[in-house]
């Protein structure tokens, strides 16, 4: 049997719109997606959408089973896959004959099928791959991602809406940026500038991980080459003295509308300088020698923005406060919910506490009032309260790389001396517990200072009244 292959005619449309094709045809804006077929290779076509993707296929029949069939070929880059490239590749294929053909064919049906996939539908895929529980190096099983949260919510809030229902192969880099520039714009809500770096860093994580060997839903991310955006402006908020006594003693006032454990826990956090996060988990097993002389919290790396362990000495007041919210022998959270009997309070309980709750129906209105607002300060967020302590530390004299050690990050300087980065990660892996120690008590007696508290030293005292 004559298992040759033919090129398809063309038929009216083809005929119609039948040309010669150019690169530059290729790169042709049309008003709706339009076929030009090549009058020069027989059977090839270029496929332009509105959204500039062209894409190149080739029409041939069968005459082993007499059907006609298309074969998808590429799209049309001016550096990778042009005209000539896609002429080459037909007469090849020509060249193969009529069973070798049809099998590609069925392998590039199956590719097609991937690349049929809309952006919604690889979003969807996304999640559920970051969100999948795998054993971490502590040996617990947590999600692959464990900030999945962060980027699926820029997903469904920026991406899903505006390019879900389109096809993930035809999004294109004018799509990210108008998305971008909308954001920035405040079609979506606020403008934010932070908002739209999240946004591109989630698309691109999304399409890196769809053009991967065994997805293959795209051929290359469109998040490349992006206009810069105008960079953010660090937030700068640092409490007075003034602003610290009122806020200080503000917490302790009786006829506040939030609970007590939140109110230290925004407390700790000034003394401690550690994150919500890091320290709203903190589990009675973390705290050592509260009643000795080096009293610390150590926080697991699952909590820990960098993933390591973090040894945080405690001040005497740091002690009190951790004392003050252990209201019993059988708490195992410090900062219990008053909800959720045996559960830590909600990750942005402080965040909450300071800026107060919305009306869910008008954004405006504030259904609950928050600290700020109650005690007349400028409004601020917890991660303020790190930078006033660190500022603290600094106006007290103590090292930069100090500071650092005891917010966590990586010190690159000493005394003005660059630090090589391969020292502090491979290296040096001491804890500077004792220069962690003299900042944090150093804070302790600043704000002691400030808030018009007397340091007491709870050990010492009880040990000269056994003395005496």
């Known amino acids: ?129 970051m969100k999948t529980l795998v054993k971490k190096p502590d040996g617990e099983m947590r999600p692959r991602l464990e900030s999945w949260e962060n980027t699926a919510s820029h997903l469904d809030r920026f991406i899903r809406p505006r390019l879900g229902k389109k096809l993930a192969m035809e999004v294109t880099k004018h799509d990210i940026a108008t998305l971008s520039n909308d954001i920035v714009g405040g079609k979506f809500g606020k403008p934010s500038v932070s908002n739209a770096r999240h946004m591109r860093k989630a698309a691109s994580g999304l399409f890196e991980w769809a053009a991967e060997a065994g997805r293959d839903y795209v051929t290359a991310s469109p998040c490349v080459n992006l206009p810069k955006l105008d960079p953010e402006h660090p937030r700068t908020r640092v409490l007075s003295e003034d602003e610290i006594r009122t806020f200080w003693h503000g917490l302790d006032r ?34 050592f020698d509260l009643d000795g002389e080096h009293p610390r919290f150590d926080v697991p790396l699952k909590r820990v923005k960098k993933r390591r362990v973090i040894q945080q000495p405690l001040s005497d007041l740091a002690v009190e406060i951790t004392q003050e919210a252990l209201t ?44 700020c607002e ?55 892996h001491s804890k500077r517990m004792k220069e962690k120690r003299a900042v944090l008590d150093g804070v302790a007696a600043e704000l002691r200072r ?11 005292q009880e040990r000269d009244k056994i003395a005496a």
């Open 328 to 371: 019993s022998d059988d708490q195992q959270y410090v900062f219990e919910s008053p909800m959720y009997k045996g559960q830590p309070i909600h990750r942005k309980a402080m965040a909450d506490a300071l800026r107060g709750t919305k009306h869910e129906k008008n954004k405006d209105k504030t259904k609950t009032a928050g600290l």
């Open 1 to 129: 049997m004559d298992s040759s292959i033919i090129a398809s005619p063309a038929g009216k449309r083809g005929r119609n719109s039948s040309v010669i094709l150019t690169d530059r045809l290729c790169e042709k804006r049309v008003a709706k997606r339009t076929k030009f077929y090549d009058r020069k290779c027989p059977g090839l076509y270029v496929s332009i959408t509105t959204a500039g993707v062209a894409t190149f296929s080739f029409k041939f029949t069968d005459r082993q089973t007499g059907k006609q069939r298309t074969g998808w070929l590429g799209v049309y880059n001016p550096e990778t896959f042009t005209v000539e490239d896609a002429r080459s590749k037909v007469y090849g294929l020509k060249g193969m004959g009529g069973e070798a053909l049809a099998e590609t064919y069925r392998d590039q049906k199956a590719a097609k099928t991937k690349r049929g996939k809309t952006v919604a539908e690889i979003i969807d895929e996304r999640i559920a791959w």
């Open 254 to 287: 009786a006829d506040l509308p939030w609970d007590r454990k939140t109110r230290l826990a925004l407390k700790l956090e000034l003394v401690t300088m550690l994150r919500s996060r890091e320290l709203l988990g903190a589990h009675r097993d973390e705290l």
């Open 374 to 428: 109650l005690l007349g300060l400028k409004p601020f967020t917890p991660h303020d309260l790190r930078r006033t302590a660190a500022t603290l530390a600094g106006d007290l004299g103590f090292d930069d790389a100090w500071i650092a050690k005891c917010l966590d990050h990586a010190a690159s300087k000493k005394a003005e001396v660059v630090v090589p980065t391969v020292t502090g990660k491979v290296y040096n």
């Open 450 to 460: 400030i808030i018009g508290t007397p340091v007491v030293n709870a050990q010492k």
